[in-house]
């Protein structure tokens, strides 16, 4: 029985079932609402036009990928909240991950990519670099809120090209 459970409980962490059975916008408020749920932080997030899911690849890709950056936000950052938000502006998806502690910019990004250390953040760097996306930190101009954008191609045969951004 504990074998059992423990292969399922690899499974469930390899491709989470909310999130292969209803997608990345269930999953995501799913994760959110875990992380609130445990006082923390305060985490929310807003799907504003959602209709047409990314490729089941991408969905895990970004998933990972967004899972990775609150863990760092989480560690790091000593931010008081997170906030994710999607919307569709022509042919681009944007999700977008904002919070007010301490972040990185693209250059500490870059350089943390070339030195030893940021393990985590290479490791999202290849999961992009698969599906051939980049990605993009920056401050806002208050220098308070930080904002990581993903930049992801969408399979064509799916769809039309789309960006994702956090």
Request: glycine share 6%; proline share 1%.
């Amino acid at each position: 029985d504990d074998t059992i459970q423990l292969i399922r409980n690899i499974s469930h962490s390899l491709m989470p079932p909310t999130l292969k059975n209803f997608g990345l916008e269930s999953a995501v408020n799913d994760l959110f609402q875990k992380i609130s749920g445990s006082g923390t932080i305060n985490a929310s997030c807003r799907f504003h036009d959602y209709r047409e899911r990314l490729k089941s690849e991408q969905e895990l890709t970004v998933f990972r990928v967004l899972q990775e950056l609150i863990n760092n936000v989480l560690k790091h950052s000593n931010s008081s909240f997170i906030h994710v938000t999607q919307n569709i502006n022509g042919d681009k998806f944007y999700l977008r991950l904002h919070h007010d502690g301490r972040g990185i910019t693209q250059a500490d990004f870059d350089k943390l990519n070339k030195s030893s250390g940021g393990l985590g953040l290479k490791n999202i760097q290849s999961r992009l670099k698969v599906l051939q996306g980049k990605i993009y930190f920056e401050k806002d101009l208050s220098q308070t809120y930080y904002k990581v954008t993903i930049e992801l191609q969408k399979d064509l045969a799916h769809a039309k090209e789309q960006l994702i951004t956090f």
